[in-house]
């Protein structure tokens, strides 16, 4: 048990990462780890040749158990559904391919999959695993999944942000929304937006939130100064979250909104407000993400 318990441990922020892409909740993908590590503890050992292979394929396979049972659970979710934000360390954003595939932006372009075709495109695309490893995970044949990975990464490639935005450009653009609708300015915050800015807002029927995608620049933008933060009592500070810069709301004092964005041609294209307070659990401390 002290080797399993070793072995798990040293893959463990691995293991999370790949629950997390392919589910877009943390809670979940720690419930998805518990279920790995009870059947990983009652694995032979000597009889497994590549431990980590073996931790990735049960991770996988347990993952696309729950993203099934998450699909049901979405359909009856009240308004849009938002992937839960993470606080992330500093070191995520420094590896470039993993904050993009953990990006608010990315998961939601994600959502659009398959749960067959999500798995196949995380453990391919952002953890380099080869096609037999894989197959082996989702339960088909090479030959199957190579198919699946190339019609995966063309729905994605139609789908996700035109380009990799720097972090210091998606800085420069929150903190140029903060001063704006800090100081109400209306023009400020409409030369920021793209012209087809699409707002979703995620209560979960808890908060108040937007019941549908807000679309547009002036809609947005009047939504936002004459609504959402007209009340008195919230600040706004930046935060990192899903490996990018992001902002967190306060209402006196307390952890209300994590605000992500969705950058194109140098302008706002997408705002994504997580208010579910369920969802906001692992914005009180860092995640750690790895490959």
Do not use: C
Not at 62 to 67: E, G, K, M, N, W
Request: hydrophobic share 45%; charged share 25%.
């Amino acid at each position: 048990m002290s080797d399993a318990t070793d072995t798990f441990v040293s893959h463990r922020n691995l293991l999370f990462t790949i629950a997390y892409e392919m589910l877009g909740s943390a809670a979940d993908a720690e419930d998805v780890l518990q279920e790995t590590w009870l059947k990983w503890s009652g694995v032979d050992l000597d009889v497994v040749e590549n431990h980590r292979a073996y931790l990735v394929r049960i991770v996988t396979r347990q993952a696309l158990s729950r993203l099934r049972t998450l699909g049901r659970r979405k359909e009856s979710y009240v308004g849009p559904w938002l992937p839960e934000p993470l606080l992330t360390a500093p070191d995520v954003a420094e590896d470039v391919e993993l904050a993009d595939s953990v990006s608010m932006a990315m998961m939601l372009v994600l959502e659009t999959l398959t749960p067959t075709e999500r798995a196949v495109f995380v453990l391919r695309e952002v953890f380099d695993l080869d096609y037999d490893e894989i197959a082996s995970a989702v339960g088909k044949n090479s030959a199957a999944v190579r198919q699946i990975a190339h019609r995966a990464r063309s729905h994605v490639a139609s789908r996700r942000p035109r380009e990799v935005v720097t972090q210091a450009a998606s800085r420069d653009a929150l903190a140029a929304f903060q001063r704006a609708t800090e100081t109400g300015d209306l023009q400020a915050l409409l030369d920021l937006l793209a012209p087809d800015v699409v707002f979703l807002g995620d209560g979960g029927g808890v908060k108040q939130a937007v019941p549908r995608p807000v679309v547009g620049a002036d809609k947005v933008a009047r939504m936002l100064l004459g609504g959402l933060l007209k009340v008195t009592g919230w600040t706004m500070e930046p935060a990192h979250a899903n490996g990018h810069p992001a902002l967190i709301i306060r209402f006196d004092g307390e952890l209300d909104t994590v605000i992500a964005v969705r950058i194109d041609d140098g302008r706002i294209s997408g705002l994504y407000a997580v208010r579910n307070p369920e969802k906001l659990s692992h914005m009180k401390e860092e995640t750690a993400l790895r490959r």
